[in-house]
């Protein structure tokens, strides 16, 4: 489990073991104690490749047939914070909504890869909140502004590599305040990891840090100012953000 941290003015990767991070690259007399440093988003993608409507119970959910292809759509690296960051309420909004997603980061650049390859180009895996202006989405017609608002890309805490997780049928929740909105597991994907990556890649490359957010599952909600936010990932972690 890696993830990226500050300590003072110092930015740097490290790896997480018993509470204590140890610095890609050092040893553990260089170790600090996590309660000691400010966690950053684990990656600074130049894009998000978003997919949406990719669960089975979201599509039921929603009466909406499942989609034969993708449905893709990008958010901004600007709208990425970390766990323990604030969302910001926009002013122009009155209903903005948590979606619970499990997010792949890719870790080599890549075009073109097959589904059967998509494991080389894989850094890992982390938990993302696609917090979406619901009412300027209706609006619009479109989903660009909805989506795109500074904050409404919350990334963390950690990244989990490929050999340390069975991603295929992991549970996923979302809580507000506490109390639990969304439960699902991976394993409702409509289209898994390897079929996104080798879409994804046959139109656009991607970076190393660029980040693919799978869709969220059913129970999709309303955010409130001086709400926290959860979303949790059976074998990576929690990602909390307090919404002002």
């Given amino acids: 489990m890696i993830g990226r941290f500050r ?17 890609t690259g050092g040893t553990s007399a260089g170790a600090f104690e996590l309660s000691e440093l400010r966690v950053l988003p684990p990656s600074f993608p130049t894009k998000i490749v978003c997919v949406g ?8 959910e929603l009466s909406m047939q499942t989609p034969e292809v993708p449905i893709l759509f990008l958010k901004p690296p600007s709208a990425v914070i970390g766990h323990g960051d604030k969302i910001i309420y926009p002013d122009s909004s009155s209903r903005v909504d948590y979606e619970a997603e499990l997010a792949v980061v890719i870790g080599k650049r890549c075009k ?17 909140n696609d917090v979406t202006a619901r ?10 502004r909805a989506k795109s608002f500074d904050t409404f890309a919350a990334l963390g805490p950690y990244i989990v590599s490929t050999e340390e997780i069975d991603i295929s049928d992991a549970k996923i929740a979302c809580r507000v305040n506490g109390e639990t909105k969304q439960s699902s ?25 660029d980040v693919i957010a799978t869709g969220t599952p059913s129970g999709v909600g309303e955010l409130h100012r001086g ?4 979303v949790e990932i059976q074998g990576i972690g929690t990602l909390r953000n307090e919404v002002i």
């Fill in 112 to 128: 073109n890869i097959s589904a059967e390859r998509a494991d080389d180009v894989i850094a890992g895996y982390t938990c993302f």
């Fill in 185 to 209: 597991s991976t394993s409702n994907l409509i289209f898994d990891i390897p079929y996104l990556i080798e879409f994804i890649t046959e139109i656009m490359t991607l970076e190393v840090g």
């Fill in 135 to 144: 009412d300027l989405q209706r609006k619009d017609g479109q989903w660009t």
């Fill in 227 to 230: 709400d926290t936010v959860e």
């Fill in 53 to 60: 409507l990719n669960y089975k119970d979201h599509a039921a």
């Fill in 7 to 23: 300590s003072g003015d110092n930015i740097f990767y490290g790896e997480i073991e018993g509470g204590r991070v140890y610095p």
